[in-house]
């Protein structure tokens, strides 16, 4: 990462670098998984507030303000402390879905939460597989009933990806139903011109789990 941080401002001299490429720096010495950058996270949220702000005279208190002000509204919602498993703006499926769903009550959403664990449709994340770990990206969430898998019937469907080089990897063309236990943690990644994934080992502590 160092490296990459190092060669990329050497080639943009003039480019201001972002919060995300210099925390990515601390990455190596930080315990626990990253699940993404709260900056990135909350970017929308900074901008919605951001934008209409014409006085820049004490721009950053009146962000921090409102912001505050924001996230005090989020806790008054009992929602925002829920820990367990569920979907996240799910609504029904068509009930004409082929097997394993055929007969069942299914809903779908685009995002579903596990243990403190947010999957999202379009996100790379880790899972435990036969070989140990693999890689995929979401492309949906299925709650069943009656449930089939773990997890009470809550499913994630990914694209899977395969190791083709040192932390590349390249879609399989196959999806892979599993239950949303199964999800390690969210990658960091970003993605080549030709498709490929740049994929980050995750950090050491959670790493050494699923190796061992």
């Known amino acids: 990462m160092e490296t990459w941080y190092a060669t990329h401002q050497a080639a943009h001299p003039d480019a201001v670098p972002k919060p995300k490429h210099h925390l990515a720096l601390h990455l190596a010495s930080q315990d626990g998984t990253q699940s993404c950058f709260v900056l990135e996270r909350k970017h929308r949220k900074y901008k919605q507030y951001a934008k209409s702000m014409t006085v820049l005279q004490g721009f950053e208190k ?3 303000f409102s912001l505050l002000n924001e996230q005090l509204r989020m806790m008054e919602d009992e929602s925002t402390f829920l820990s367990g498993t569920y979907a996240v703006g799910s609504k029904d499926a068509p009930n004409d879905l082929p097997p394993p769903f055929a007969g069942k ?15 999202c449709v379009g996100d790379a994340f880790f899972f435990r597989s036969g070989l140990g770990q693999d890689v995929g990206v ?8 009656p449930p089939i898998g773990g997890a009470k019937g809550h499913l994630v469907a990914l694209d899977l990806y395969a190791l083709v080089g040192e932390e590349v990897y390249r879609a399989c063309g196959r999806t ?18 030709n498709g490929d994934l740049v994929v980050l080992k995750p950090p050491v502590l959670e790493y050494a789990e699923f190796t061992s």
């Not at 979401?138 to 009933?145: E, L, Y």
Request: glycine share 4%; charged share 25%.
């Open 176 to 193: 892979k139903l599993i239950g949303i236990e199964a999800v390690i943690s969210a990658a960091i990644w970003s993605r080549k011109a």
């Open 62 to 64: 009146s962000i921090s």
């Open 138 to 145: 979401v492309r949906g969430h299925f709650v069943v009933d």
């Open 105 to 119: 009550r299914v809903r779908v959403a685009r995002q579903a939460t596990h243990e403190m664990k947010t999957t």
